[in-house]
């Protein structure tokens, strides 16, 4: 059932196996909590073999033990989502991005602000564990550490566009960013035409683009702070101004 224990500093690595011989890493120092798939939810703590009963896991050749918290899978360990809201939802703004004439046709990160009431973290434990801030403002990337290849989802933003020209195209992808050592180790998108702009120029436009994706094996996680990434962009035909209401992540791991 458990495989053998790797010493890295002050952390371990384990290696579980489930009644299906699936694989699922976890990163944990001692004490903390380790999510097993198909096992449960475990801390980890220092003992010996007369601590050791049914509930307790035993990696050979070690002193840590895995003592059972939870027998069963958790709604919360394997799905969840991390919404960023902006004030659009609070009695404010939606956060805006002027698409300039140079910015036809070009791939554009959107501005977030997040307000300080919208942060929900609703993310599987394991990620929650593994990586305990979901997405940086600063890259506007989304991790994906702590997913396995089983695990899949999709990404939803919630905008608006007022464009200076009739008969565009508004165009929006994700953007993966792959964990180190894959072949090809480029970036690669997953993109959609979500509006087509035939109802005159000065009209606000709104979308709900909701992209769906499955973790392969080169945006998994392969280590503590190696993982895919994942960033929402967008291209338009012609200049305007975007508004951001909300971005949205969901995962089932």
Do not use: C
Not at 10 to 36: C, G, M, N, Y
């Amino acid at each position: 059932m458990i495989g053998n224990l790797l010493r890295n500093q002050r952390q371990f690595t384990e290696l579980f196996f489930d009644s299906a011989d699936k694989v699922r890493r976890t990163q944990f120092a001692v004490p903390q909590i380790a999510i097993i798939q198909g096992l449960g939810i475990f801390e980890a703590y220092r003992g010996s073999e007369e601590d050791d009963g049914k509930d307790v896991l035993a990696p050979a050749n070690s002193n840590v033990r895995l003592r059972r918290v939870d027998p069963g899978i958790s709604k919360q360990e394997m799905q969840g989502y991390l919404g960023l809201l902006t004030p659009f939802y609070f009695g404010g703004d939606a956060t805006t991005t002027v698409i300039t004439d140079t910015d036809e046709s070009q791939w554009i990160d959107l501005n977030l602000t997040i307000d300080p009431q919208g942060t929900f973290d609703y993310r599987p434990e394991a990620m929650r564990i593994a990586q305990p801030v979901g997405y940086n403002e600063s890259t506007k990337q989304f991790s994906l550490e702590g997913l396995t290849i089983q695990a899949f989802g999709s990404l939803r933003a919630s905008m608006s566009f007022d464009p200076d020209e009739d008969r565009g195209q508004l165009e929006a992808r994700l953007l993966f960013e792959r964990h180190s050592g894959t072949t090809p180790s480029s970036d690669f998108p997953i993109e959609e035409v979500i509006v087509a702009m035939d109802h005159g120029a000065s009209v606000d436009y709104t979308a709900e683009p909701n992209i769906s994706f499955f973790v392969g094996d080169t945006i998994d996680t392969n280590g503590p702070g190696d993982a895919g990434k994942i960033k929402f962009q967008v291209k338009s035909t012609v200049s305007g101004i975007f508004s951001l209401r909300a971005l949205t992540l969901y995962v089932q791991a």
